[in-house]
C-alpha cells in the first residue's frame, strides 16, 4: 500500500480546516490502495518522510516564510533524507495573508536541495479567508492520494 505523509502546521482554526480538508480530500473512499498519515512537523522525523511515498506541507506564510516548526522539521531532518528520498513526490499549500511567494521559494529550494518532485505548482491561499480554499485544499489532497493509487507519482 502506497503511503501520502500530511505535513501540516495548523495552529489556527483556518489552518486546521485546510489540514483537515486535505485529509478528506486524500481519504476519499473511492481512493483505493493509500494509507494517509497526517503529522504535524514538530512531531515528523526522517523515518516519516522515508516511509511515505509522497508528501504533502501545508504551512501558514510566517513573516514572509514557512512556519518556524516546518523549518524545525528541515533542520532536524535535511541531512538524514539527502540523498535517501530522491525524487520523492511533494505538494505544497501555503495560507498566506498577503504573498506566499518567499514561503513558495524557501520550500522550492529545500525541496530542492533534497531532489524532491513537485507534482504540481504550489497552492497559495492568498487574501481574507476564503470558504473557497477548503475545496482547493481537498482537491490538493485527492490528487496526491490518486496520483499515487494510479501509480502515475
Not at 55 to 82: C, H, I, Q, W
Not at 89 to 102: C, F, I, K, S, W
Request: with cysteine; charged share 25%.
Amino acid at each position: 500500500m502506497a503511503q501520502l505523509l500530511v505535513m501540516a502546521h495548523a495552529p489556527s482554526p483556518n489552518l486546521e480546516r485546510l489540514r483537515d480538508a486535505a485529509l478528506d480530500g486524500a481519504r476519499d473512499p473511492s481512493i483505493e490502495g493509500v494509507d494517509v498519515v497526517a503529522k504535524a512537523p514538530l512531531d515528523a522525523g526522517p523515518d516519516e518522510v522515508r516511509a511515505a511515498d509522497a508528501v504533502l506541507l501545508l504551512t501558514p506564510e510566517n513573516l514572509g516564510y514557512m512556519s518556524g516548526a516546518l523549518k524545525d522539521f528541515f533542520d532536524r531532518s535535511f541531512y538524514e533524507l539527502l540523498d535517501r528520498t530522491d525524487a520523492l513526490p511533494y505538494a505544497v499549500l501555503v495560507r498566506a495573508g498577503q504573498d506566499g511567494t518567499g514561503t513558495k521559494r524557501a520550500l522550492e529550494s529545500i525541496c530542492g536541495g533534497l531532489k524532491w518532485r513537485a507534482v504540481q505548482d504550489p497552492l497559495i491561499c492568498r487574501g481574507p479567508w476564503q470558504d473557497a480554499f477548503e475545496a482547493q485544499a481537498r482537491d490538493l489532497g485527492a490528487t496526491l492520494a490518486a496520483g499515487l493509487a494510479a501509480g502515475i507519482f
